[in-house]
């Protein structure tokens, strides 16, 4: 491989130019299309080697890693010593069918968790053949002119050709947590790698700034490729619930060997015989011991990831899926999230004169007509001009066509509505910065709130042209631009009063400005320079309809009890337009002293605060008033951040949106942080929890539904699970303590458990939401795993269980049946009311009858399986062999029908006494 595409060559002591001649490429317009297609071949895509996995044996051995799992062993390993060969073997078989069913859905949920991330599509934007282009970052070739901004994954090694501003978080690769400032200049030789300004390493994110590098190295020759780091490492299966599950594991291990110690014990003082006090003993402890918990707790949340994913929100940490059930507060950005970001300009007003500007979409087709609707030409109105100018030269975002005639933007939507307005009017993009190429800039900030970029041209002065957020742009002027040209004082109160105007009909409104009077002008401009020294030309006042879903969603979320709350850093009059059409009605204060103070960008209003508002707030006063409101506009990065804070002192469980690279701590903060998967920075992305493939608020309220059916669906299956349990356990100890004859062996035992939490138990996995599951208010996320209600069900199902069991055992015996036949007829019926009670699970309050029988095909399935294994261990005279099992008569079929009827009236009286308090 040629030594110049290796991460060894030091690209760092090369000039830029060097390291351009070195590559083969070209610093304006990057590399051909055909050139690009064989480095592609040459040297395959720009991925990272996989992390590596556990090996199959270390995941195989794992699932032995249970303490349920080795009292089971060591019951298997001393049932085998004591001669009781087909019991150990059928003990210990259960442990490997156990290991097998671990082993392959935890394969499984892993391999969905990688696929998931696949999801989250990484894009780069490099020059190719002269064109700015967006292209899946793993189609990086080295050569290629790469151009990175704040919020951006740096996609390869990049040698810095051009920068801004530029500092980038290295600490992925080189544990150094602040950021580092880059340059262009060349290092000596032997500079070590966290010093090398002129780098950009692959994996790293851009902090701040924009800039462009070529790509000196991709994939596995990265730096991140030699130290073979691969960033976001994978996701353990780990949640609260599964935690607080393994707790309760190792305190029932605990109890239930305690509880067979002293059974073994009493027994053996009662003199009864070794071999079948240890017998029952085994029996407790496998009886009492859920073996399908865990596969059970995997499989419902694989599926719960799987079908988010398929409404579009991944979860990129687990425990995500959980909080999500007990959300009770969404806050969510406006621009894209709950309007559509297709940005149109509207009105453009300028001192004097104002037009209207038709057409739709980025189509850049429109006329642009005065009051009267007559065309209006900007050549003739300096201040229209500079308007559409400055619009058109402040701006990194540039209009396609595809094939099928649409147009779309490349880069941010505000900005390519720019460029739309401005070839309405008849200012090419291409033309106009030939004829004025940009020589420095200011990015834009979310916390600055404008953008400024300077160009020379040929009849004139520099020219500095700014645009931005009408407060923020008029705090850099001098005065305003008349109509002739002239820079008249700046009367701000009119222009404050055009943007309200504006802003009420819920439109985006950006100043501009300009400063094309100084011949000094330095190269880059310098934001401490600006203040007080441009001119203001005009407003831009844009479209941004609210997502068709919006107000649907909105309003499933409030009927859930979940509030929902508006953080955006528009304007206030616009953001509250909006909010009204999405319905997000006024919330009313309590009290009056946490009521906003008088602002001029915003109107006083209950339920909107602006950024000044929470500034004014002291942290004791944020909480009530970040609760009462609903809409907060002009709000900082930082701001966001303490409004978490002050909810979550509320109480709240709190799920953020952000997409900018000053979102990430508020994103971290939050309970669940949700970032943008097409318009977010990868910075959010990796500070979120979870991100929406279509930056919709919609699927933020699909993704909390689906939370909440699997929270649901992992209680109906615990409340399945340990009533049948205990009930098992229950039946043996009566015969211990009792001193009677077992009713039911340990291998029948194995077989219920097994088979029954295979088949019927998991089969709750796949139970579809209930139809009122938004309809309740969100689950606390404290409440304990064994409610009382819960323990109360499990203490009667499993007393239905332990009455019901004996009297047909006793009732069998009674009639004369052998111990063989009366055994197999409490099996059957321990069976028997497992499923019945299967059905009562499907909803956890509402009766069986009303869910109705076919919503979850899987559960009749698993029934009828389970029906033909009872058949199959009941008649088949090998499974007789290994079970002690005997075939019986239909009158006993009849009886245990007529046991599990009653158990079925039990429960649905219980359940229809507690009806509303779930269990
Ligand atoms: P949201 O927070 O809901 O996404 P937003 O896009 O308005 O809303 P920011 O991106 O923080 O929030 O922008 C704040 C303000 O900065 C905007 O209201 C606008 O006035 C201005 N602005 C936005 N994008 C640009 C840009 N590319 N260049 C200059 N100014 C911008």
Same mark, same amino acid.
């Given at each position: 491989?040629?030594?110049?595409?290796?991460?060894?060559?030091?690209?760092?002591?090369?000039?830029?130019?060097?390291?351009?001649?070195?590559?083969?490429?070209?610093?304006?317009?990057?590399?051909?299309?055909?050139?690009?297609?064989?480095?592609?071949?040459?040297?395959?895509?720009?991925?990272?080697?996989?992390?590596?996995?556990?090996?199959?044996?270390?995941?195989?051995?794992?699932?032995?890693?249970?303490?349920?799992?080795?009292?089971?062993?060591?019951?298997?390993?001393?049932?085998?010593?004591?001669?009781?060969?087909?019991?150990?073997?059928?003990?210990?078989?259960?442990?490997?069918?156990?290991?097998?069913?671990?082993?392959?859905?935890?394969?499984?949920?892993?391999?969905?968790?990688?696929?998931?991330?696949?999801?989250?599509?990484?894009?780069?934007?490099?020059?190719?053949?002269?064109?700015?282009?967006?292209?899946?970052?793993?189609?990086?070739?080295?050569?290629?002119?790469?151009?990175?901004?704040?919020?951006?994954?740096?996609?390869?090694?990049?040698?810095?050709?051009?920068?801004?501003?530029?500092?980038?978080?290295?600490?992925?690769?080189?544990?150094?947590?602040?950021?580092?400032? &880059?340059?262009?200049?060349?290092?000596?030789?032997?500079?070590?790698?966290?010093?090398?300004?002129?780098?950009?390493?692959?994996?790293?994110?851009?902090?701040?700034?924009?800039?462009?590098?070529?790509?000196?190295?991709?994939?596995?020759?990265?730096?991140?490729?030699?130290?073979?780091?691969?960033?976001?490492?994978?996701?353990?299966?780990?949640?609260?619930?599964?935690?607080?599950?393994?707790?309760?594991?190792?305190?029932?291990?605990?109890?239930?060997?305690?509880?067979?110690?002293?059974?073994?014990?009493?027994?053996?003082?009662?003199?009864?015989?070794?071999?079948?006090?240890?017998?029952?003993?085994?029996?407790?402890?496998?009886?009492?011991?859920?073996?399908?918990?865990?596969?059970?707790?995997?499989?419902?949340?694989?599926?719960?990831?799987?079908?988010?994913?398929?409404?579009?929100?991944?979860?990129?940490?687990?425990?995500?899926?959980?909080?999500?059930?007990?959300?009770?507060?969404?806050?969510?950005? &406006?621009?894209?999230?709950?309007?559509?970001?297709?940005?149109?300009?509207?009105?453009?007003?300028?001192?004097?004169?104002?037009?209207?500007?038709?057409?739709?979409?980025?189509?850049?087709?429109?006329?642009?007509?005065?009051?009267?609707?007559?065309?209006?030409?900007?050549?003739?109105?300096?201040?229209?001009?500079?308007?559409?100018?400055?619009?058109?030269?402040?701006?990194?975002?540039?209009?396609?066509?595809?094939?099928?005639?649409?147009?779309?933007?490349?880069?941010?939507?505000?900005?390519?509505?720019?460029?739309?307005?401005?070839?309405?009017?008849?200012?090419?993009?291409?033309?106009?910065?030939?004829?004025?190429?940009?020589?420095?800039?200011?990015?834009?900030?979310?916390?600055?709130?404008?953008?400024?970029?300077?160009?020379?041209?040929?009849?004139?002065?520099?020219?500095?042209?700014?645009?931005?957020?009408?407060?923020?742009?008029?705090?850099?002027?001098?005065?305003?631009?008349?109509?002739?040209?002239?820079?008249?004082?700046?009367?701000?109160?009119?222009?404050?009063?055009?943007?309200?105007?504006?802003?009420?009909?819920?439109?985006?409104?950006?100043?501009?400005?300009?400063?094309?009077?100084?011949?000094?002008?330095?190269?880059?401009?310098?934001?401490?320079?600006?203040?007080?020294?441009?001119?203001?030309?005009?407003?831009?006042?844009?479209?941004?309809?609210?997502?068709?879903?919006?107000?649907?969603?909105?309003?499933?979320?409030?009927?859930?009890?979940?509030?929902? &709350?508006?953080?955006?850093?528009?304007?206030?009059?616009?953001?509250?337009?909006?909010?009204?059409?999405?319905?997000?009605?006024?919330?009313?204060?309590?009290?009056?002293?946490?009521?906003?103070?008088?602002?001029?960008?915003?109107?006083?209003?209950?339920?909107?605060?602006?950024?000044?508002?929470?500034?004014?707030?002291?942290?004791?006063?944020?909480?009530?008033?970040?609760?009462?409101?609903?809409?907060?506009?002009?709000?900082?990065?930082?701001? &966001?951040?303490?409004?978490?804070?002050?909810?979550?002192?509320?109480?709240?469980?709190?799920?953020?949106?952000?997409?900018?690279?000053?979102?990430?701590?508020?994103?971290?903060?939050?309970?669940?942080?949700?970032?943008?998967?097409?318009?977010?920075?990868?910075?959010?992305?990796?500070?979120?929890?979870?991100?929406?493939?279509?930056?919709?608020?919609?699927?933020?309220?699909?993704?909390?539904?689906?939370?909440?059916?699997?929270?649901?669906?992992?209680?109906?299956?615990?409340?399945?699970?340990?009533?049948?349990?205990?009930?098992?356990?229950?039946?043996?100890?009566?015969?211990?303590?009792?001193?009677?004859?077992?009713?039911?062996?340990?291998?029948?035992?194995?077989?219920?458990?097994?088979?029954?939490?295979?088949?019927?138990?998991?089969?709750?996995?796949?139970?579809?939401?209930?139809?009122?599951?938004?309809?309740?208010?969100?689950?606390?996320?404290?409440?304990?795993?064994?409610?009382?209600?819960?323990?109360?069900?499990?203490?009667?199902?499993?007393?239905?269980?332990?009455?019901?069991?004996?009297?047909?055992?006793?009732?069998?015996?009674?009639?004369?049946?052998?111990?063989?036949?009366?055994?197999?007829?409490?099996?059957?019926?321990?069976?028997?009311?497992?499923?019945?009670?299967?059905?009562?699970?499907?909803?956890?309050?509402?009766?069986?009858?009303?869910?109705?029988?076919?919503?979850?095909?899987?559960?009749?399935?698993?029934?009828?399986?389970?029906?033909?294994?009872?058949?199959?261990?009941?008649?088949?005279?090998?499974?007789?062999?290994?079970?002690?099992?005997?075939?019986?008569?239909?009158?006993?079929?009849?009886?245990?029908?007529?046991?599990?009827?009653?158990?079925?009236?039990?429960?649905?009286?219980?359940?229809?006494?507690?009806?509303?308090?779930?269990?």
């Amino acid at each position: 491989m040629c030594a110049a595409f290796t991460s060894t060559t030091t690209h760092h002591e090369l000039t830029p130019h060097e390291v351009v001649e070195l590559l083969s490429t070209d610093a304006r317009n990057g590399l051909g299309d055909k050139t690009a297609h064989e480095r592609l071949a040459q040297f395959g895509p720009n991925t990272l080697p996989r992390p590596a996995r556990a090996g199959l044996l270390m995941r195989w051995l794992r699932q032995f890693h249970n303490p349920l799992i080795y009292v089971l062993l060591v019951c298997g390993a001393v049932t085998m010593a004591i001669g009781e060969v087909v019991d150990s073997s059928v003990i210990f078989a259960v442990v490997i069918v156990n290991a097998v069913v671990g082993f392959v859905q935890e394969s499984r949920a892993e391999a969905a968790l990688e696929g998931l991330r696949a999801l989250i599509r990484t894009e780069a934007r490099v020059v190719r053949d002269g064109e700015v282009r967006s292209v899946p970052s793993e189609r990086l070739v080295p050569g290629d002119l790469v151009v990175v901004e704040a919020g951006d994954r740096v996609p390869a090694d990049l040698r810095m050709v051009t920068l801004t501003e530029l500092s980038a978080d290295e600490s992925s690769l080189t544990g150094e947590s602040a950021p580092v400032s &880059k340059n262009e200049v060349a290092l000596p030789p032997d500079t070590a790698v966290a010093d090398r300004r002129n780098m950009l390493y692959s994996g790293t994110l851009v902090t701040s700034g924009t800039g462009s590098g070529i790509a000196v190295a991709t994939g596995a020759n990265t730096e991140l490729g030699e130290i073979h780091r691969l960033v976001g490492a994978a996701d353990t299966l780990a949640t609260p619930l599964t935690r607080k599950l393994a707790w309760f594991s190792r305190v029932l291990t605990v109890a239930i060997v305690a509880l067979a110690a002293v059974t073994f014990v009493a027994g053996l003082l009662r003199a009864t015989e070794g071999t079948n006090t240890f017998t029952a003993a085994v029996a407790l402890a496998v009886s009492a011991i859920p073996e399908g918990l865990p596969a059970a707790v995997t499989v419902t949340l694989a599926i719960g990831v799987g079908r988010m994913a398929r409404r579009r929100a991944v979860v990129r940490r687990l425990p995500a899926v959980e909080t999500l059930g007990s959300t009770t507060v969404v806050c969510s950005d &406006k621009t894209g999230t709950l309007t559509e970001n297709q940005m149109t300009v509207q009105t453009v007003w300028t001192p004097g004169l104002a037009v209207d500007v038709h057409g739709s979409g980025f189509a850049p087709v429109g006329e642009i007509v005065d009051a009267s609707g007559t065309p209006v030409d900007p050549d003739q109105h300096p201040a229209l001009r500079w308007t559409l100018l400055a619009g058109l030269l402040c701006n990194d975002a540039s209009l396609r066509r595809s094939k099928d005639g649409q147009w779309s933007v490349v880069g941010d939507p505000t900005e390519g509505a720019m460029v739309a307005v401005a070839a309405k009017a008849g200012y090419d993009q291409n033309r106009t910065l030939a004829d004025m190429p940009r020589t420095g800039s200011i990015p834009f900030s979310s916390d600055r709130c404008y953008m400024a970029t300077r160009h020379t041209r040929p009849d004139g002065p520099p020219v500095v042209v700014v645009k931005g957020a009408v407060e923020q742009v008029l705090a850099l002027c001098r005065g305003r631009m008349s109509g002739a040209g002239e820079v008249d004082p700046l009367a701000a109160e009119e222009i404050l009063q055009a943007t309200s105007d504006l802003a009420d009909q819920g439109l985006r409104v950006l100043a501009t400005a300009v400063r094309d009077d100084d011949p000094t002008d330095p190269a880059d401009p310098d934001p401490d320079q600006l203040p007080g020294t441009l001119a203001f030309t005009g407003l831009q006042a844009m479209v941004d309809p609210p997502r068709a879903s919006a107000a649907d969603a909105v309003r499933a979320c409030q009927r859930a009890g979940i509030a929902v &709350k508006m953080i955006t850093g528009d304007h206030a009059a616009t953001a509250k337009a909006i909010a009204a059409r999405i319905g997000l009605a006024p919330a009313s204060p309590e009290t009056d002293t946490a009521s906003p103070k008088d602002n001029a960008a915003s109107p006083k209003d209950n339920a909107t605060l602006t950024g000044r508002d929470l500034a004014g707030m002291t942290d004791e006063e944020l909480p009530e008033a970040a609760n009462w409101a609903s809409v907060f506009a002009r709000v900082s990065p930082q701001q &966001k951040l303490r409004l978490v804070e002050a909810l979550q002192r509320q109480g709240h469980v709190t799920a953020m949106t952000g997409d900018g690279v000053n979102d990430a701590p508020a994103l971290r903060r939050a309970d669940i942080g949700i970032a943008m998967g097409r318009s977010g920075t990868e910075v959010a992305k990796d500070s979120a929890d979870m991100v929406l493939t279509d930056d919709d608020f919609a699927t933020i309220e699909a993704a909390v539904e689906e939370g909440r059916g699997v929270f649901d669906n992992l209680t109906k299956f615990i409340a399945w699970t340990l009533p049948t349990n205990v009930g098992q356990g229950g039946v043996i100890l009566v015969a211990i303590l009792g001193g009677l004859t077992l009713p039911i062996l340990p291998v029948q035992i194995l077989w219920i458990n097994m088979t029954t939490a295979l088949v019927l138990g998991l089969m709750l996995a796949f139970e579809p939401k209930e139809r009122d599951i938004m309809e309740r208010p969100p689950r606390d996320p404290d409440r304990p795993l064994l409610t009382s209600a819960l323990t109360l069900r499990i203490l009667l199902v499993s007393t239905v269980m332990v009455v019901g069991t004996w009297w047909l055992f006793q009732w069998e015996l009674s009639m004369g049946a052998e111990l063989a036949e009366a055994r197999t007829a409490a099996v059957n019926l321990v069976v028997a009311v497992e499923i019945v009670y299967l059905f009562s699970c499907r909803s956890l309050t509402q009766s069986p009858w009303r869910l109705g029988f076919l919503t979850n095909r899987w559960v009749l399935i698993g029934v009828a399986v389970q029906v033909v294994a009872q058949a199959a261990i009941t008649y088949l005279p090998s499974a007789n062999l290994i079970f002690d099992t005997a075939p019986v008569g239909w009158e006993t079929w009849i009886r245990v029908a007529a046991i599990a009827a009653v158990a079925t009236a039990i429960v649905a009286v219980d359940k229809r006494l507690r009806r509303g308090s779930a269990v």
